[in-house]
């Protein structure tokens, strides 16, 4: 069956990095879509970032650009979102999720099958 696992999130002080996965299995991940979400206690998910399987076809937040790349390894089934000077509001439970289409989006209601989320705690 579908399947997204997140890993890689943990405890960083400001301005440290840490690099989150996000393995698929039950599909072939060269078909799809994969973005990447964030909750923090009592705000909404947000989209932070995404690769669709059309060339070029990325997205960032503004809150993210230029600290957070993502990145795909289609024959391993494993995206990764590396995230750099981060900050306190960064914290947040961090969702990879599928949508069929091979563009963008940062709607969470575009996507179909979601992970169980990885914790990332910015503080010093």
């Known amino acids: 069956q579908v399947q997204l696992v997140e890993s890689g999130g943990g405890l960083v002080q400001p301005g440290g990095s840490l690099r989150l996965s996000c393995a698929a299995s039950?599909?072939?991940?060269?078909?799809?879509?994969i973005g990447w979400f964030r909750q923090a206690p009592g705000k909404e998910r947000e989209g932070v970032s995404c690769?669709?399987?059309?060339?070029?076809?990325?997205y960032y937040s503004g809150s993210v650009m230029v600290r957070f790349t993502i990145s795909r390894d289609n024959a391993k089934n494993v995206v990764y979102l590396q995230m750099s000077g981060l900050k306190p509001e960064d914290t947040a439970i961090y969702y990879c999720?599928?949508?069929?289409?091979?563009?963008?989006?940062?709607?969470?209601?575009?996507?179909?099958?979601w992970g169980h989320g990885t914790q990332v705690t910015v503080s010093s």
């Open positions: 999720a599928r949508r069929t289409y091979s563009y963008c989006s940062d709607r969470s209601n575009e996507y179909d099958y």
């Open positions: 039950g599909f072939d991940l060269n078909h799809y879509t």
């Open positions: 690769t669709g399987t059309v060339y070029g076809s990325t």
